[in-house]
């Protein structure tokens, strides 16, 4: 089992910028993709971003293209979610996610999942 953990969530004004970082360890050979999910208050946890093992291949959910970009770190097994140009909809916990075989999605995230972090954006 691998075990992640985020970091650098906090208060943004929108229009403004904020890198997110999830550390993996444990089983981190098992690792193919990873990716990003949020949860805003009320609504279910929806899919933002994955990357796959190599870099290559990365996917977005539609409401972040453009502003959203997500990175890996393999020495570090650290994956990143640079986010710029926030907006109030983007205020939500903001979870990592591990999977092996294929990338993270919508339908079909990872198994493992980190504990959160919060990001709010005021207006």
């Known amino acids: 089992q691998v075990q992640l953990v985020e970091s650098g969530g906090g208060l943004v004004q929108a229009g403004g910028s904020l890198r997110l970082s999830c550390a993996a360890s444990g089983r981190t050979s098992n690792i193919y993709a990873m990716g990003w999910f949020r949860q805003a208050p009320g609504k279910e946890r929806e899919f933002v971003a994955a990357?796959?093992?190599?870099?290559?291949?990365?996917t977005y959910a539609d409401p972040v293209k453009g502003r959203f970009t997500i990175s890996r770190d393999n020495a570090k097994n650290t994956v990143y979610l640079q986010m710029n140009s926030l907006n109030p909809e983007d205020t939500a916990i903001y979870y990592c996610?591990?999977?092996?075989?294929?990338?993270?999605?919508?339908?079909?995230?990872?198994?493992?999942w980190g504990q959160g972090t919060q990001v709010t954006v005021s207006s």
């Open positions: 996610n591990a999977k092996s075989g294929s990338l993270p999605s919508r339908m079909y995230p990872g198994s493992s």
């Open positions: 990357l796959s093992l190599n870099g290559k291949v990365t």
